[in-house]
């Protein structure tokens, strides 16, 4: 069995209502029962993984802790769930570090525009001195950032009637992007015209014209199939997007220390093992899509990262980052203003 069939069945049995959350099977009441929610759906990798690290964590406490997993924003949208992780009401909550950029803008770092060539540096960065220095910063909002980012896939840009092959094609096109400051200060730095809309009116969006194209990792243009709406993908990479594994700080420092132990372990390897997932599932999508009529197109990147350099983007975002967050990510990227 394929491993998109596998996780088509494990969506179709949340879909049932099988369970208000995905539980791993436990033989006896737990010591410790704990939530975590998150926003992609239960096919997507990272829940399938953090599925398994729910199982495995139940196995090593020899069933006193019960991780109860709520995917597809079954606890609310990113802000309630952010609310709920911090006032203590949610036990876990994984989201992405632009998600965060409100709340620690220092969070939204590693999605910076065209700033890491390839994953090699991605996580380089990420296991290392960066990913550090923000987690640290987390934990200054009654929050615990545990040390491995789940992997979002980078981002691709779509389009309705031409692909994107250099930067002046982004000139005045109207594109769809997140609720964001860094993503809409990136696109206008291109001469594009973003405006913001919500995932869940984006393909009406672009099936009325309000937006010309739209960008997301590969991941989602199949589920939300845009393909029905857009014809091209052009793989720009133009943002990485990877999730932080967050802890309300109160209740993690209240648990035994061989809980957070074992919870911490298997979190962060399954963390790991997304990565191979993700990047795995991104090529069969990949494939899928390409079979329903996307054209596909990989152009040179060199030159957008240039144009974001010549229009001051980099040298805008370095002031509100920071220095010293700066040289920690140049230390990875190479210099970027």
């Not at 029962?33 to 495995?56: F, R, S, W, Y």
């Amino acid at each position: 069995m394929g491993t998109l069939h596998r996780r088509a069945l494990i969506a179709a049995g949340a879909a049932a209502g099988l369970s208000a959350a995905i539980l791993p099977r436990r033989a006896q009441a737990a010591e410790f029962t704990l939530k975590l929610g998150c926003e992609p759906n239960p096919d997507h990798p990272v829940v399938i993984q953090m599925m398994k690290a729910a199982e495995a964590i139940g196995r090593d406490s020899k069933g006193r802790v019960e991780l109860k997993v709520f995917p597809a924003s079954q606890l609310g949208s990113a802000t309630d769930m952010l609310s709920q992780v911090r006032s203590g009401a949610l036990e876990f909550y994984a989201t992405a570090g632009i998600q965060l950029g409100q709340l620690v803008p220092v969070a939204q770092i590693s999605s910076l525009g065209f700033a890491f060539e390839d994953y090699s540096k991605v996580w380089a960065a990420m296991d290392g001195d960066l990913g550090a220095y923000v987690q640290k910063e987390l934990s200054r909002s009654s929050l615990i950032a545990f040390e491995k980012v789940w992997d979002m896939g980078y981002r691709q840009i779509t389009s309705r009637d031409r692909p994107i092959e250099r930067p002046q094609d982004l000139e005045g096109f109207k594109i769809r992007v997140p609720v964001s400051p860094l993503w809409t200060s990136m696109f206008k730095s291109f001469g594009a015209s973003p405006t913001s809309i919500s995932f869940a009116e984006l393909y009406s969006a672009l099936q009325t014209k309000i937006a010309d194209g739209q960008e997301n990792p590969i991941s989602n243009i199949h589920s939300a199939r845009l393909y029905e709406v857009q014809k091209y993908c052009s793989l720009t990479n133009h943002m990485w997007g990877g999730l932080h594994f967050l802890a309300n700080a109160r209740i993690w420092r209240s648990l035994p220390t061989d809980v957070q132990e074992i919870v911490t372990t298997r979190i962060n390897a399954a963390a790991v093992a997304s990565r191979a997932d993700t990047l795995a599932a991104n090529t069969e999508y990949r494939s899928l899509l390409e079979k329903q009529g996307m054209v596909f197109n990989q152009p040179d990147l060199a030159p957008f990262r240039q144009k974001l350099t010549s229009a001051g983007f980099y040298k805008e975002w370095r002031e509100k980052m920071g220095s010293q967050a700066w040289g920690l990510l140049e230390k990875y990227s190479g210099p970027l203003a």
